[in-house]
């Protein structure tokens, strides 16, 4: 499956942005599918993830009451609706998909095919 982020931007402090997740090229109601976003100089980082039908959702202690993850199946579509923005938010967000479902939802190693990722820009 190939995936294609959209959505990044700049914004102010306590902004809001909506990043989509196009996905092509499988059975996208077959994949967990997740947000993580990376800092320039840190580690990739988990932000949520959806579980195949949307009825589970996970998200990171940083975003949880801030980001809401959501997906439509009948698009091939993943989003991440996120308000509040700090500039701590900013990082190149990637979404990702799996297929297994064998480890942790926010364990990055679960998580077969990843997008380009899309640049959020937050201000002070």
């Known amino acids: 499956v190939q995936l294609q982020a959209s959505g990044g931007g700049l914004v102010q402090a306590g902004g809001s942005l909506r990043l989509s997740c196009v996905a092509s090229g499988g059975t996208f109601s077959s994949y967990y599918m997740a947000w993580f976003r990376q800092a320039p100089g840190k580690e990739r980082e988990f932000v949520a993830s959806?579980?195949?039908?949307?009825?589970?959702?996970l998200y990171s202690d940083s975003v949880r009451g801030r980001f809401t993850i959501s997906r439509d199946n009948g698009k091939n579509t993943v989003y991440v609706q996120m308000s509040s923005l700090k500039p701590e938010d900013t990082a190149v967000y990637l979404c990702a998909a799996d297929a297994d479902g064998v480890l942790p939802p926010n364990d990055r190693a679960r998580y077969e095919y990843w997008g380009q990722g899309t640049q959020v820009t937050v201000s002070s």
């Open positions: 959806i579980s195949w039908t949307g009825g589970s959702t």
